[in-house]
């Protein structure tokens, strides 16, 4: 079965960085995009940022586009998201998901739910 677990999140101070992971498994993760999205308590997901196939191709939503980074390992079937100035409104839980499209920009995942998303990350950024 398709599983997707995130690990790196924790407590960091404004302006500092860390690194997300994803480790998938159960589906062939070299022919699937995939997407960041995070969550903050009675709100829906947001996208944060999605990456082709083989890497190629990435977007990223406009609160986090210049201080964050997309990047895959289709060997090791790992998903990462490097991200670096952070705010304390990128307070939220960080979730690895798998969408049944593939696209690179906020519109596509309006309202929109994966497919199949991970346990989570908290990121909590404060001083």
């Known amino acids: 079965q398709v599983q997707l677990v995130e690990s790196g999140g924790g407590l960091v101070q404004p302006g500092g960085s860390l690194r997300l992971s994803c480790q998938a498994s159960?589906?062939?993760?070299?022919?699937?995009?995939m997407t960041w999205v995070r969550q903050v308590p009675g709100k829906g997901l947001e996208w944060v940022s999605s990456?082709?196939?083989?890497?190629?191709?990435?977007g990223y939503a406009d609160s986090v586009k210049g201080r964050v980074t997309i990047s895959r390992d289709n060997t090791r079937k790992l998903l990462y998201l490097q991200m670096n100035n952070l705010k304390p409104e990128d307070t939220a839980v960080y979730y690895c998901?798998?969408?049944?499209?593939?696209?690179?920009?906020?519109?596509?995942?309006?309202?929109?739910?994966?497919?199949?998303r991970g346990q989570g990350t908290q990121v909590t950024v404060s001083s």
């Open positions: 998901a798998r969408y049944p499209f593939e696209a690179y920009s906020e519109s596509w995942y309006r309202e929109r739910d994966p497919d199949y």
């Open positions: 159960g589906f062939s993760f070299r022919t699937w995009a």
């Open positions: 990456i082709s196939k083989g890497g190629e191709t990435s």
